[in-house]
């Protein structure tokens, strides 16, 4: 058990639809990411956080896309107007200070019919 | 452009003999490489990790080599178990030594299945 939680574990919604996926982190992960990965593919990156601040975010991110950490705590996902290309798996992962491991929660499973 | 190449997607060993799985990358500039393991459904499992400074790291039944002159590393497990039957991913990020922020970039998976 990582410490990673992630809600909810599996959404099925219709195409045009709006979603959001929570993360909440352990306190110590000042840093928090956002991976996505479909079938037969390794997870991509999406975007990250240090504390608040989102600092980086992908070309996979469209404008569609937002994510928010507020007070440096959990973080939220959502996906506006979803397609059937954004059917993958929500990964979100913690990392803390001086450490080169990310620690991954379980996942949310995004399927849109 | 896949900076971490797996080139094999899946592997077959019997129960109780060694599993390699290979992992290739192209960015000169990583410097710390990890091992994860994801069972379907769930998220990935940090396995190990190695640094750039070192060529080998061992815990228990993994150990990780690292060429970095060939711009290659391999996950050895030793012996194998069939709690192993998993995908395996080879990941890479670099700025480990200036502290600065790296996202960790993947490969495309291995998936190991153990044999009785």
């Known amino acids: 058990d990582t410490g990673v939680s992630q809600d909810p574990r599996h959404k099925i919604t219709k195409r045009g639809q709006n979603v959001t996926f929570r993360c909440d982190p352990i306190?110590?992960?000042?840093?928090l990411y956002w991976y996505r990965q479909t079938l037969g593919q390794g997870p991509e990156f999406l975007t990250y956080?240090?504390?608040?601040?989102?600092?980086?975010k992908s070309r996979l991110l469209s404008d569609r896309f937002s994510a928010e950490r507020p007070k440096g705590s959990f973080s939220t996902l959502e996906i506006q107007r979803t397609e059937q290309g954004d059917s993958a798996m929500y990964l979100c992962?913690?990392?803390?200070?001086?450490?080169?491991?990310?620690?991954f929660g379980e996942g949310s499973r995004l399927t849109v019919l | 452009d896949q900076q971490v190449k797996q080139n094999s997607p899946s592997l077959s060993v019997q129960e109780g003999r060694i599993s390699i799985l290979n992992c290739d990358y192209t960015?000169?500039?990583?410097?710390?490489f990890l091992w994860y393991k994801k069972y379907p459904a769930e998220g990935p499992t940090f396995l190990i990790s190695i640094s750039s400074i070192k060529d080998k790291n061992e815990d228990g039944r993994f150990t990780v080599f690292l060429n970095k002159s060939a711009k290659h590393l391999s996950l050895h497990i030793v012996p194998s178990q069939p709690g192993d039957s998993a995908v395996y991913f080879c990941a890479a990020k670099y700025g480990i030594r200036t502290g600065t922020a790296s996202k960790l970039t993947f490969g495309t998976g291995t998936r190991l299945q153990v044999t009785l």
């Open positions: 306190s110590e992960h000042n840093r």
């Open positions: 960015n000169s500039m990583f410097d710390y």
């Open positions: 956080f240090q504390n608040e601040a989102q600092l980086e």
């Open positions: 992962a913690g990392h803390g200070e001086g450490t080169g491991e990310l620690f």
